[in-house]
């Protein structure tokens, strides 16, 4: 599905180092947002965006920053990564009021 | 403090037959679900919806229940196929709210053939 792509894939990392997710969505939806998937405790909000400029925490936000200066791209940064941050990380897209859309995801391990 | 809850990590079922994914809400507020369907190393893709203003959704095989008074929906597959065995995600947002969807921790199938 090419309306949403996610970069890296996969990434590894070392505790302490910045790192940076990008999003990008070629559909022009307002709403992005990230989420993290862990076992036991599904899909956790960490940020979402809506609209240029505009972001939010979600319920996750601690050690992550976003910004948002095009429509298309959403970035995700961890400051500095730490073991609790290796994850699976899914961008999402919505035009609003329909649900999202996903992205592949980006799995991440911190050593 | 969770939201949406599907309390059955688990559930494994017989080609052909009939598999019933659970989930609860406590906040009143909701009146918009869906259900998400997850393969391995591939993103959540959208499966079904129903608004508050119904109380069943149908789309082939999958049928989506909702019973406000109880704070329950339930997701219906008739006839199970193996292709079916994923995670299934329950999710509820306010219409017209934050766009923010809220997502339980899911449920993963098992299609026996």
């Known amino acids: 599905d090419a309306g949403i792509t996610q970069s890296p894939r996969h990434k590894v990392t070392e505790t302490g180092t910045p790192v940076t997710l990008r999003c990008h969505q070629t559909e022009n939806h307002r709403y992005m947002y990230w989420y993290r998937q862990d076992p036991g405790h599904g899909l956790r909000l960490i940020h979402y965006?809506?609209?240029?400029?505009?972001?939010d925490k979600g319920e996750v936000s601690d050690g992550y920053s976003v910004s948002r200066s095009k429509t298309e791209d959403f970035l995700l940064t961890l400051e500095s990564a730490t073991s609790s941050q290796t994850s699976v990380y899914f961008c999402?897209?919505?035009?609003?009021?329909?649900?999202?859309?996903f992205g592949s995801g980006t799995r991440l391990t911190v050593v | 403090d969770q939201q949406v809850k599907q309390n059955s990590p688990s559930l494994s079922v017989q080609e052909g037959r009939i598999s019933i994914l659970n989930c609860d809400y406590t906040?009143?507020?909701?009146?918009?679900f869906l259900w998400y369907k997850k393969y391995p190393a591939e993103g959540p893709t959208f499966l079904i919806s129903?608004?508050?203003?119904?109380d069943k959704n149908e789309d082939g095989r999958f049928t989506v229940f909702l019973n406000k008074s109880a704070k329950h929906l339930s997701l219906h597959i008739v006839p199970s196929q193996p292709g079916d065995s994923a995670v299934y995600f329950c999710?509820?947002?306010?219409?017209?709210?934050?766009?923010?969807?809220?997502f339980g921790k899911g449920t993963k199938l098992t299609v026996n053939p």
């Open positions: 129903i608004s508050s203003i119904k």
């Open positions: 999402a897209i919505s035009a609003g009021g329909d649900g999202y859309t």
């Open positions: 906040n009143s507020m909701f009146d918009y």
């Open positions: 965006s809506y609209g240029v400029k505009d972001t």
């Open positions: 999710a509820a947002s306010v219409w017209g709210g934050s766009e923010k969807l809220v």
